[in-house]
């Protein structure tokens, strides 16, 4: 059975002291989860340390990276790379946000070298893919999807594949507040996991686990879990309240 996973990333917010009080406000309100069941807490590099030593005992949750960089080491000044974040305990981290992808200028070819310097390093990967507006608009969303997929991740073995998580983050629907449908949602991972049996067969394409992106809230969380092909969220703004995080959380173990 695939993972459900709900992932919080909380972006570039909260200080070590807000952190270290939403971490807590979680663990007090965390339900017990089924085996299948995985919270990801993703926050700024800063609190990893701190953030995974409060994780310590709470099996159900794992640490998460936001970014790492596309080299193992070197004169790459404000830079983290995968190796230095397996060393402080991180277990997955996010590649191929919209954000970064757009305001650090990410393209295709770094985010499979980031993806490659994460896996070498023993870390698992959610890695993000989703349209813009204007495709959207085109209805030319699913091979705008399909070519972020083929380019960051096509050239990895099917082995490799089980340490990967897709997360489908329609960027008009992330911090917008505007949700995908779920029949949106539902169609484009339907369409994401063809894309995958393609190229490495219906077991693996079964076994991957995809995640929606986009305004996901405990309001919506239940209609957008229920869809067959959504394995969990990846959650932004949601995350930064624990009673909001928690409520999707509820949401993903009673899918
Ligand atoms: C995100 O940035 O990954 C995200 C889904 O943000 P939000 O939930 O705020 O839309």
Redesign the pocket.
């Known amino acids: 059975m695939r993972k459900k996973i709900v992932a919080g990333?909380w972006?570039m917010n909260l200080d070590l002291d807000e952190g270290a009080e939403l971490v807590n406000e979680i663990f007090k309100g965390l339900p017990v989860l089924s085996e299948n069941c995985q919270v990801v807490i993703a926050p700024p590099f800063i609190h990893l340390k701190e953030t995974g030593e409060q994780l310590t005992g709470m099996i159900d949750v794992h640490l998460g990276a936001q970014n790492c960089h596309h080299e193992s080491s070197g004169a790459y000044t404000g830079e983290v790379s995968a190796g230095m974040l397996k060393s402080a305990g991180v277990e997955y981290v996010i590649i191929g946000?919209s954000?970064r992808r757009e305001y650090m200028k990410e393209d295709d070819a770094m985010l499979a070298k980031k993806v490659n310097q994460a896996l070498t390093n023993g870390l698992k990967v959610i890695f993000?893919c989703g349209e813009p507006l204007e495709i959207r608009d085109n209805n030319t969303q699913n091979t705008y999807v399909e070519s972020e997929i083929k380019a960051g991740l096509f050239h990895l073995s099917e082995k490799q594949l089980n340490n990967i998580v897709l997360a489908y983050?329609p960027i008009w629907?992330?911090?917008?507040g505007r949700t995908a449908t779920s029949e949106q949602a539902q169609d484009m991972h339907a369409h994401i996991r063809s894309v995958i049996a393609n190229q490495y067969g219906e077991d693996a394409a079964y076994a991957i686990s995809i995640l929606y992106?986009?305004?996901?809230k405990p309001s919506n969380a239940d209609e957008l879990f229920a869809c067959p092909d959504v394995d969990g969220g990846?959650?932004?703004?949601?995350a930064l309240k624990a009673k909001d995080f928690l409520g999707i959380i509820e949401a993903m173990a009673n899918s």
């Open positions: 990333n972006k946000h954000e993000c983050e629907a992330i911090g917008t992106g986009g305004s996901c990846l959650i932004g703004g949601a």
